[in-house]
């Protein structure tokens, strides 16, 4: 079935200042794909924008002053309220046990317990078991209630938390150990050099988790917290095994071994680092380019044997280089087919790459993922915001229709640079979109335009896909006015 074909409204010419107007260059023009010549300046200047005038609107005062507001919004956020919690908990314990006095046995389970919480808060069974549970909160509810389950997606803070506590426990074991090895106690040398290499493989995750150097070199973060995860993995298992046999007693190791609560947590662990890993395929695909600056992937949900058919608000992670290199990218289902694409737009050398010379196969690993769109479900009526290669991840929800939506994308030669296929089946998923193409009107003021949507729609939420700094800019340009807003946290 053909999909009708996209109109883009005549150019007009949008200033960032609202007191500067002049009309637009004949080089402007209307040459932008599948639109129609403007005939005169006059025409196109008459011609009414989705956009027009929110510039010259009021938009309300931020609420709270700005310290409070700021405490709220940015600094404790749910992510790092998690954090928090988890971490003075585990501050909290430890240092009642060190008044009170703790072996290295007791301070190795805790620290088994702590690495326990921080990989199973990664897995992805695990994540979209929360996410199942708490979006299926019914759009019905108190507005306040879907909100706190909509963060569902800041769960990291228990990992993050849990990571650097596990740290902190291996290195009140590694001190104590020193000091009952120094005394004569019953932990060995060689349970006490494994620990402190632990200690340092740990402490050197935690450095690159670090947003700062994270965001730099996120290559180089990936392959230090795999290759790094992995050999600590295998050390916490000689470290399990050997503190085990130094503090069995009478009783032998094998029994030791089987009532001894961190081995059992080793095997729950190792198991759920394995899984992914086991579920590695290298699929077919079929590549659509769209443009010099993104492709089109198409997989056969099919071939991946016992892998869900991919939903809304789900990513998938490939690879042309398993051991080396992951990157995640939204699926998007073809709706009447056993297809899902992903859309992968220009963000760096592996993408660069791949845009030109599109693979016939790739590895996919796991199984698909839910992200923070999926927490659309929980609301009534929602705003759509993406730019660029944002409309990959947003572009499933809105062919899903499960509510009424509405979508603001803003992008640079929208139609040349994603298709006309892409564009034609998001105008027809909504037609009344909001398609901004900033090379011919600037850049827009985002929080005042979203907030004009928003209004206008009478929408009860916003859902972004940017970059980092839009991207935090719109959810607290939303979330200090009493609009509910949802956009990636990139944390660790």
């Not at 298709?419 to 105008?427: F, H, I, Y």
Request: glycine residues 8%.
């Amino acid at each position: 079935m053909s999909t009708p074909a996209i109109t883009i409204p005549p150019v007009v010419y949008q200033p960032s200042n609202p007191e500067e107007r002049s009309p637009p260059s004949s080089k402007a023009g209307s040459t932008i794909i599948g639109t129609p010549s403007v005939k005169s300046e006059t025409s196109s200047v008459l011609e009414k924008l989705p956009w027009d005038g929110y510039l010259e609107e009021d938009i309300p005062d931020k609420t709270q002053g700005k310290v409070m507001r700021d405490l709220r919004h940015l600094v404790f956020t749910i992510y790092h309220r998690l954090f928090g919690v988890v971490f003075i908990a585990n501050v909290a314990i430890l240092i009642a046990l060190l008044v009170c006095g703790v072996n290295s046995q007791r301070l190795g389970l805790i620290a088994v317990a702590n690495i326990f919480v921080a990989i199973l808060m990664r897995q992805d069974y695990v994540v979209n078991a929360f996410f199942f549970v708490f979006t299926s909160v019914p759009p019905s509810w108190p507005l306040w209630f879907r909100l706190l389950m909509a963060r569902v997606y800041h769960l990291g803070g228990i990992h993050s938390g849990a990571g650097v506590s596990a740290t902190l426990w291996l290195g009140a074991l590694a001190g104590q150990g020193t000091r009952e090895l120094a005394r004569g106690g019953e932990i060995s040398v060689a349970t006490v050099e494994i620990t402190w290499i632990i200690l340092m493989f740990l402490v050197g995750i935690i450095v690159f988790a670090v947003p700062a150097l994270r965001s730099k070199s996120h290559d180089t973060f990936e392959r230090v917290h795999r290759f790094m995860g992995w050999t600590a993995t295998a050390l916490v298992w000689a470290q399990v095994i050997s503190l085990t046999n130094d503090w069995k007693g009478d009783a032998s190791l094998g029994y030791a071994l089987v009532h001894s609560a961190p081995m059992w947590l080793m095997f729950i662990i190792t198991g759920s680092l394995i899984l992914p890993w086991a579920r590695l395929r290298k699929v077919p695909v079929r590549a659509m380019v769209l443009s010099d600056h993104a492709v089109r992937l198409f997989v056969n949900y099919k071939v991946f044997g016992f892998h869900p058919r991919p939903v809304p608000g789900s990513f998938s992670r490939v690879s042309l280089d398993p051991l080396n290199e992951w990157h995640a990218f939204a699926n998007v289902p073809v709706p009447g087919t056993d297809e899902f694409s992903l859309v992968v737009s220009q963000a760096g050398d592996w993408t660069k790459e791949l845009i030109r010379n599109p693979p016939k196969e790739i590895y996919f690993r796991g199984t698909p993922v839910a992200g923070v769109l999926r927490v659309n479900i929980m609301f009534r009526r929602v705003i759509f915001v993406a730019t660029g290669s944002g409309i990959g991840p947003i572009a499933p929800c809105l062919f899903e229709k499960r509510q009424p939506s509405r979508l603001l994308w803003t992008g640079a030669n929208i139609v040349k640079t994603f298709g006309t296929d892409l564009v034609d089946a998001v105008k027809e998923a909504d037609p009344d979109a909001c398609i901004y193409d900033t090379r011919v009107h600037g850049r827009p003021d985002m929080v005042k335009l979203t907030y004009k949507m928003v209004k206008d729609f009478d929408a009860e939420a916003v859902v972004i896909i940017s970059n980092e700094p839009l991207t935090k800019k719109v959810v607290y340009g939303m979330m200090s006015r009493g609009i509910p807003a949802f956009g990636a946290i990139w944390d660790s």
